[in-house]
């Protein structure tokens, strides 16, 4: 009896020790087989789910399904009651699970299954003991095994209700964290709609992917027609990176004329070429720790693509005459209102460049696509010419913003704030601007221009009649240098005016000057 007591205090305090569950399942098994004349001891718990006893001292993939009445288990949950099977009939059930359960019982003839239930009869698993010619009233009668099974069960409860605890704490604060991120994207979102304004859900998504562009180094490739924004997406994702403090630097490949383009890029070293008279760093290193922004990159010359594409894979780059490379940490954003694919079919783009370029591809819908975001685009520049000159209107009517509505702004948001400040400037202080302030016809001429080539628009020698043409590339250079040139006569040669009227950054139209030989005079 002082025998049986010091045991049973022993393996009490052995399974009070066990700090898993895992732990405890194996411990109890093992002191039933020391100690009780049983080959064999299993305890099988239920899954996750609930739906199917796990066997974890076998074959991971052994399950018994609970709903399976074709093995026993199913059957002494089903009734919680345990019962004794021999050999003989488990072979005859024919059960794969079951078979393997015997098999590697040591020799076994007989098997005990018992339920394993909490005090409030919630069902943990069950016990099934193998022996050879039990008796298994005897086993099981003992006080030792009934004392056994008692801290058995209520240690097996107690480390569920744990583990139970700390599921729930590592569910709430994964939710909490993601409440956190959801948050801090929501306020992030609300910070860039004061700058890249628009309520449309196609707004609410560019900025979305604007915050998630910033999270990553990834290279962003933004697209979009001239004038819907792809310059404040470009600051947006510098703003909202970790190289925010970095340099922003901002390179038009369409305004730099090709032969300069590389050496604005790579610099150059003090007598690298007759000239050279001191050493140029280069933007690729000025853009070291920030954000390197390559605006209109589809005008980017070929032989130069060959040069990004290699300095984008090592971040190494060579200036001109250096001996050394020189490394520069720069994140890319890249963007162009030109269709990209239709340049790389041309071969006038290298496809390895695009697909290197944008790896985070954005794209900004044109302003027609999203007339829902009209109404606060115009206020935000009336509020900003206010905020510029002083005094202004008031606001717009609503008759001016269902006129508004009606256009197509072939030069998107930079067309509308064009045509908003200039009715600022014919509206009377502290009234809405009018259906009559809104000046949409110099646009609507362009238009036209562009729809009816043949219809006389373009008065300049040198363009082609439409049945004449047989390059297309040349003819439209001639095309656009055409209205290039009626536009700087239109504005007396006020270059700010005409790129203005057109769309264009005046950068771009300084270099489109240049290339087609179109003089300030037109
Ligand atoms: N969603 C917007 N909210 C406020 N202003 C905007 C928005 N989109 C564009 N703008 C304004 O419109 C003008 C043109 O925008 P931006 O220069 O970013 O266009 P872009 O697509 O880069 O043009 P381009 O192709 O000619 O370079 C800028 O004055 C810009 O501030």
């Known amino acids: 009896m002082q025998m049986e007591l010091h045991t049973g205090i022993e ?21 039933m087989e020391r100690l009780f004349g049983i080959t064999r001891g299993w305890l099988l718990e239920l899954d996750a789910s609930g739906r199917a006893l796990i066997c974890p001292r076998l074959d991971a993939a052994l399950r018994f399904e609970c709903d399976d009445f074709s093995h026993p288990f199913s059957h002494v949950l089903r009734e919680a009651q345990p019962r004794a099977l021999s050999s003989a009939s488990c072979a005859r059930l024919d059960h794969a699970g079951l078979t393997a359960l015997f098999e590697a019982s040591r020799g076994a003839d007989s098997i005990w299954i018992q339920p394993l239930m909490q005090d409030d009869k919630r069902t943990l698993g069950i016990l099934v003991l193998c022996g050879q010619d039990p008796v298994w009233d005897a086993v099981i009668g003992q006080p030792l095994f009934e004392g056994m099974l008692a801290v058995l069960v209520h240690q097996w409860a107690a480390h569920l209700e744990r583990d139970d605890r700390v599921w729930q704490q590592r569910l709430l604060s994964r939710s909490l964290n993601s409440m956190k991120d959801t948050e801090s994207e929501r306020q992030k979102n609300a910070l860039l709609a004061e700058s890249l304004v628009g309520p449309s859900t196609a707004m609410e998504d560019l900025r979305g992917q604007i915050i998630r562009a910033a999270g990553s180094q990834l290279s962003v490739l933004v697209q979009g027609e001239t004038g819907c924004g792809k310059d404040l997406v470009a600051r947006g994702i510098h703003e909202f990176s970790d190289r925010k403090d970095g340099p922003f630097v901002v390179v038009n490949c369409a305004a730099i004329p090709d032969s300069l383009l590389e050496n604005e890029l790579f610099g150059h070293t003090k007598g690298a070429f007759s ?119 008031l606001g717009i009517s609503s008759h001016a913003l269902e006129y508004l509505k009606q256009y197509g702004f072939p030069g998107n948001v930079r067309e509308l704030r064009n045509v908003i400040e200039f009715a600022c400037l014919q509206t009377p202080e502290h009234e809405d601007i009018q259906v009559e302030d809104l000046r949409l016809d110099m646009m609507a001429t362009q238009e036209t221009a562009v729809a009816e080539p043949e219809a006389g ?64 005079a037109g």
């Open 11 to 31: 393996l009490a305090v052995d399974l009070i020790r066990q700090p898993d569950r895992t732990a405890l399942l194996a411990s109890a098994t093992a002191h």
């Open 457 to 520: 628009y373009i008065p300049q020698p040198g363009v082609p009649a439409m049945h004449e043409i047989d390059d297309l590339r040349a003819a439209s250079q001639a095309f656009e240098a055409a209205i290039i040139s009626a536009r700087l006569r239109q504005f007396r040669g006020n270059r700010a005016q005409a790129a203005e009227s057109l769309g264009l950054p005046k950068r771009t139209l300084a270099h489109k000057c240049q290339k087609f030989n179109v003089s300030e």
């Open 275 to 393: 000239g050279a008279d001191a050493a140029k760093e280069g933007l690729l290193a000025q853009a070291d720790g920030g954000t390197l922004f390559l605006d209109e990159i589809g005008d980017m010359p070929m032989a130069l693509q060959s040069k990004l594409l290699r300095v984008l894979e090592t971040r190494q780059f060579r200036p001109l005459g250096a001996r050394e490379e020189m490394h520069s940490n720069f994140r890319l954003v890249a963007a162009t209102h030109q269709p990209l694919q239709i340049r790389i079919q041309d071969g006038e783009f290298r496809r390895d460049l695009f697909y290197r370029l944008s790896q985070f591809p954005i794209r900004v819908l044109p302003l027609r696509d999203r007339p829902e975001d009209l109404e606060l685009l115009c206020r935000h520049f009336i509020h900003g010419f206010r905020e510029r000159e002083g005094n202004g209107p």
